[in-house]
């Protein structure tokens, strides 16, 4: 079974502070995504990478960066965090483009005062 | 622009009956198309998938319909049971060319009574 884990299921954070967001994936997936699920707004990409050291951007990249040193781990950070960015952020990993399943991690629910 | 729509934000059904989830897209060049289902507090997991080559996916209870010249796709469940209640995810992409992002629109909570 694939696995992906996320550092923390809850965060409260206040308005400045430097937030880093950490997922891991056991499954030596080349891919890997951050979104975060909004009500009524469902799922957005924040960003990707798709190897070491290689990111993309998704579809809302603003305020927010993404580090990938190791295969298993990527690394949301939000620089200075804003109360816009309170949201739920879901980390996914992927084998491969294609047909590939993206696997989700549980979420990590992020309060920012 | 939303390129996927599922235009039911919510729907609520008895346990038992039918649940039909509806699912539109606009981009001709998506061609897999996935079901993803949300519990509260836990990340989406996959249910179900459907290539373009083919018009119905069945898993168990769960099936895929999928009408490419209406760029329509429908989750049937059936039974519907009161663990089914969650918020499904639609999701689509393009199956070759790299880079093939998933698109989601923007889940329908369903909610099937006892």
């Known amino acids: 079974d694939v696995k992906v884990t996320q550092s923390s299921r809850y965060l409260v954070k206040r308005t400045g502070e430097k937030v880093f967001l950490e997922c891991v994936q056991d499954m030596d997936h080349e891919n890997m995504f951050w979104y975060r699920q909004d009500p009524g707004l469902g799922l957005r990409l924040i960003y990707f990478?798709?190897?070491?050291?290689?990111?993309e951007k998704g579809d809302i990249p603003e305020g927010y960066s993404v580090s990938r040193e190791k295969k298993e781990r990527f690394s949301l950070i939000l620089e200075s965090a804003s109360t816009n960015q309170t949201s739920m952020y879901l980390c996914?990993?992927?084998?491969?483009?294609?047909?590939?399943?993206?696997?989700f991690g549980p979420g990590t629910r992020l309060t920012v005062l | 622009d939303q390129q996927v729509k599922q235009n039911s934000p919510s729907l609520s059904v008895q346990e038992g009956r039918i649940s039909i989830l509806n699912c539109d897209y606009t981009?001709?060049?998506?061609?897999?198309f996935l079901w993803y289902k949300k519990y509260p507090a836990e990340g989406p997991t996959f249910l179900i998938s459907?290539?373009?080559?083919?018009d119905k996916n069945e898993d168990g209870r769960f099936t895929v319909f999928l009408n490419k010249s209406a760029k329509h796709l429908s989750l049937h469940i059936v039974p519907s049971q009161p663990g089914d209640s969650a918020v499904y995810f639609c999701?689509?992409?393009?199956?070759?060319?790299?880079?093939?992002?998933?698109?989601f629109g923007k889940g329908t909570k369903l909610t099937v009574n006892p």
């Open positions: 981009n001709s060049m998506f061609d897999y």
């Open positions: 999701a689509a992409h393009p199956s070759q060319g790299g880079s093939e992002k998933l698109v």
């Open positions: 996914a990993s992927q084998r491969g483009w294609g047909t590939d399943t993206q696997y």
């Open positions: 990478s798709y190897d070491v050291k290689m990111k």
């Open positions: 459907i290539s373009s080559i083919k």
